[in-house]
């Protein structure tokens, strides 16, 4: 299943809303995970389930979607927030990842 | 607090070995489905393998079938990725992450780079 991320690179000021898109080549029903990454850093969890935050990660992250179509809404960029964000199906093997979304200061 | 350490990792030349260790502390290790996913220079990430709990079942992307074994070792909390017949393509950061569907944790990373 191959996952395409849009846009590529987002820029967004502090304390904006930013909405990343997660397309899958094929029906994966809810099982989406978001990951955020930090240069030099392990991806971190923030959702699965499609819509189900992950332990510690605050309320302004929010995932949402079903079937193909994915989204994860950061509700009020803060500047920690700034960073790379991949979605990931594991309804089929092999599990797979999007390509990324960078979220950059504007 | 839930701990997942990757070692093992270094320079091979094309067609040769590398072994990658995780050592996993803070959680049931026995219990939980492991996994290896790595994250070529610059790129993005790709899942290569993935072990169950249980009865050890194993999963890999196709790239890696045939060269590259997971294993684990429950008494001592460990998660082994065996890679044979290394090609320059494999150069990635290694990641250990538990879990075997979504990864709720991950290690640091280990570097392999595979050149002559």
């Known amino acids: 299943i191959v996952m395409t991320q849009s846009p590529v690179t987002l820029s967004v000021s502090p304390g904006e809303r930013a909405t990343l898109s997660c397309r899958a080549s094929q029906t994966v029903n809810s099982n989406l995970a978001w990951y955020q990454q930090k240069p030099g850093q392990a991806p971190r969890l923030l959702i699965y389930g499609a819509s189900t935050r992950a332990t510690d990660i605050p309320a302004r992250f929010s995932g949402s979607g079903s079937g193909t179509e994915f989204t994860l809404t950061i509700s009020s960029l803060q500047s920690e927030d700034f960073a790379v964000y991949f979605c990931?199906?594991?309804?089929?093997?092999?599990?797979?990842f999007g390509g990324g979304t960078k979220v950059e200061i504007k | 607090e839930v701990q997942v350490v990757e070692s093992g990792g270094g320079l091979a030349q094309p067609g040769g070995s590398l072994r990658l260790s995780c050592e996993a502390s803070g959680f049931m290790f026995p219990n939980s489905p492991m996994s290896w996913v790595r994250q070529a220079p610059g790129r993005g990430l790709e899942w290569v393998a993935g072990i169950s709990a249980t009865f050890s079942h194993t999963y890999y992307t196709d790239s890696v079938k045939g060269r590259f074994t997971i294993s684990r070792d429950n008494p001592r909390n460990t998660l082994f990725l065996q890679m044979n017949r290394l090609r320059a393509e494999d150069t990635a950061v290694y990641y250990c992450a538990k879990e075997g569907l979504y990864f709720d944790h991950w290690g640091q990373g280990a570097l392999v780079t595979v050149s002559s």
């Open positions: 990931q199906q594991y309804d089929k093997w092999p599990l797979t």
